[in-house]
Structures are given as structure tokens and as C-alpha cells.
């Protein structure tokens, strides 16, 4: 038998939420950078540097993302009855 710990397993690097705010996060950064230093082309924007803003929403969403995966982690049970075969 295994000795219980009292730690609590979690998902860890696995948990969606990091993966989906890591890609965000990398999007948005490259979209800011490309709106920092890119071709700004005003005139197909309406005057707005539109690879900016959305990088920034980017990276802004995906901080969210990891923020909510670090506060509250998933927590995988130690054991897991099996299912009732048919």
C-alpha cells in the first residue's frame, strides 16, 4: 500500500488554461512587436494600429489565463473507481 501524503496532485503544465494563455500570450506579444516595429498602415485601419491593440488584448488574456490556472489549479483525485462494464 501506498503511504497518503496529504499533498494534492494537480494538472500542472497540462491544465488547458495554460496552454491556451501560453499561445495567446506568444500571439500577442508578436502582434505587439509587429505593431511596434511593422509597417503601421494607417489607412487600411482606420487610423488605428490595429497588430498593437490586438497584441495587447492578447497578452492581456492570456495573463488571465494563466493567472486563473495558477489561483485555482485543477486537482486530479488519487484514485479512480472503474467504471461498471456492461
Given amino acids: 500500500m501506498s503511504e497518503h501524503t496529504g499533498q494534492k496532485h494537480t494538472a500542472g503544465a497540462l491544465d488547458i ?3 491556451i494563455g501560453g499561445l495567446l500570450g506568444v500571439y500577442g ?3 505587439v512587436l ?3 516595429f511593422g509597417d503601421k498602415e494607417y489607412d ?3 487610423d488605428v494600429n490595429a497588430n498593437l491593440w490586438a497584441g495587447l488584448a492578447l497578452v492581456v488574456v492570456g495573463a488571465a489565463f494563466l493567472i ?3 489561483v485555482k489549479p485543477i486537482v486530479v483525485p488519487e484514485h479512480v473507481d ?4 456492461i
Fill in 17 to 19: 488554461r495554460n496552454i
Fill in 29 to 31: 506579444v508578436i502582434l
Fill in 34 to 36: 509587429m505593431g511596434i
Fill in 44 to 46: 487600411k485601419t482606420g
Fill in 68 to 70: 486563473w490556472a495558477r
Fill in 82 to 85: 472503474k467504471p461498471d462494464e
